[in-house]
């Protein structure tokens, strides 16, 4: 087994759970599964949301394996998450190869997102369901189903231009509340029920939930990594909101 090729995939699985918004604690538990799983010892992962470490050597020789991973956010993909979780156990329970485990790991990494339609459809059931759960009319929760499937086409196709994290959320921000506007002026809406309902698609609440838990766990650079990440998104909802009603008038 060529144990720097080791090193390398395990360090790709980490990067495949951190790309993808699982916590840190998540991430270092199964490198090291993975790195015990090849009877590696003297083990040492460590990840934070933008780098990844890990260290291991075996008993029959005093050598050190290690790599080293710079780490860029892409989004949130529950599925592949668990992909790579189920391939960990896999390890263990069908004694995979690590051509094969290298293999499964490149599969995943390659495999696309949700497409625009799925999407658009979990957008329009998230809104539709807060339009009701804020005690809005069914038209209130129409109209924020509409806005909320525009601002996810727009998030997207700011995502696919590489638009900075905040330049995307402060835009989304205003559109959306431009259009909630909009909705309200033609078809007699709610504005503030249609606005916190479709606002509720640009909310980091899994980077919340990350940086509560990491902090929790003890792992205080990444829940601090992660709680900065969600206040400027928040912010940068808040200023793109507060811009358009500062220039329509709230």
Do not use: W
């Amino acid at each position: 087994m060529d144990r720097n090729k080791l090193a390398k995939a395990v360090t790709r699985a980490g990067v495949l759970l951190i790309e993808n918004g699982a916590e840190v604690t998540r991430v270092e538990d199964t490198m090291y599964r993975i790195c015990k799983a090849y009877n590696a010892s003297t083990i040492d992962s460590y990840a934070t949301p933008t780098l990844l470490i890990i260290s291991f050597s075996f008993d029959d020789d005093n050598q050190l394996y290690h790599n080293i991973k710079r780490v860029h956010m892409k989004g949130i993909n529950l599925e592949k998450i668990d992909q790579v979780n189920t391939l960990s156990r896999r390890i263990v329970n069908e004694h995979l190869s690590l051509e094969e485990f290298d293999k499964e790991l490149r599969s995943i990494d390659n495999k696309d997102a949700y497409n625009a339609f799925i999407q658009c459809v979990g957008a329009a059931i998230c809104c539709f369901g807060f339009g009701l759960f804020f005690n809005g009319r069914i038209l209130d929760a129409i109209c924020a189903t509409i806005v909320g499937i525009i601002v996810k086409i727009i998030l997207t196709l700011f995502e696919r231009l590489n638009f900075g994290t905040f330049i995307r959320y402060l835009l989304s921000g205003g559109i959306l509340t431009l259009l909630s506007i909009i909705s309200t002026a033609l078809l007699s809406s709610d504005r503030d029920i249609v606005i916190i309902s479709s606002i509720m698609l640009l909310v980091p609440g899994l980077a919340i939930t990350n940086a509560i838990r990491d902090s929790i766990n003890g792992d205080v650079v990444s829940g601090l990594a992660r709680a900065t990440e969600a206040i400027f998104i928040a912010v940068a909802i808040a200023v793109g909101s507060g811009l358009v009603f500062s220039f329509i008038g709230g």
